[in-house]
C-alpha cells in the first residue's frame, strides 16, 4: 500500500489478505482429499459432485481476497489472474471425476480428468508463482529469501510432473506403450488417483508451509501496522 493510504485502508487490505491466505492453506489439501473422495464415496452422489467444486471455488475466494492488495502491481496482479482462471476451469472440471468413476469407459470423462489433472499442476505451479510475487513485497527478507529457494524448488518439481505426466497421456491415449508396459500401465490406471497425491504430497507440503508463514507475517502486520509502513512499496517492473 502507498504510504499516502490511512491506516483503516491498510489494516482493511491486510484483513483480506489474511482471509485469503486462510483459505488457500485449507483448500489446496482439501482439493486433493475430495478429488480422490469424490471417486469412493459410494451412494453419496451429491458429496462426490458437490466438494471437489467448492474446494477449487474456495481457492478462487483465497486468490480474490489477495488480489486486493497492492492492485496496482501489474506483474502481481497477472499472476493472480492466472491462478485464479486455472482454479476456476478446475472448478468446472472437477464433477467429471465423479462420473469418469462409474463410467471409465466414455471418452469424455477420460480426456476431461486428464485435463483436470494436468490444470491442476499448473495451477499449483502458478500458486507457487503467487507466492513468490506476493513475498517480494512484504517487509520481510528471510521470508523472501525462503520463498525463492522453495518456489523455485517446487516450480521444478511440478514442472517435471506436468512434462512426465504429459508424456504418460499421451502415450497412453496413442497406444504407443512398449508390451512390457501393459501389465504396469494397467496398474498405474486403477490407482492413479493415489500415484497423483504421492507425487504432489511434497510440493504441496511445501507450498502450504510458505503459506502459512505468509499468514503468520500479515498476523502480525494486522497487529502492528507501523512496522509494515516502514518499507517502500515495490515500484512495479
Known sequence: MSPSNPTSELLR??????????????GVPLVLISSVQSQ??????????????????????????????NPQERIWREAIDRAKMLAIVNAGLSPFLYFWARLPEVPLYTIAVDLLYLSSLVFLYNFNLVIFRLTAMLPDESLRSDAKIFTQLNRSILGSITLMTLAYLVILRIGAAPVFLHQAIEILEARRSWFAIFLLLA???????????????????????????????PKES
Do not use: H
Open 40 to 69: 469412493t464415496l459410494g451412494g453419496a452422489r451429491e458429496l462426490g459432485l458437490i466438494i471437489p467444486c467448492l474446494a477449487n471455488l474456495l481457492l478462487v475466494f483465497g486468490l480474490t481476497q489477495l488480489s486486493y492488495f
Open 13 to 26: 487490505s491486510l484483513g483480506k489478505m489474511l482471509r485469503g491466505l486462510s483459505a488457500l492453506f485449507w
Open 203 to 233: 510440493p504441496v507440503a511445501m507450498t502450504m508451509t510458505l503459506t502459512w508463514k505468509v499468514k503468520e507475517l500479515v498476523i502480525d502486520g494486522v497487529f502492528n501496522s507501523d512496522y509494515w509502513r516502514q518499507f517502500p512499496t
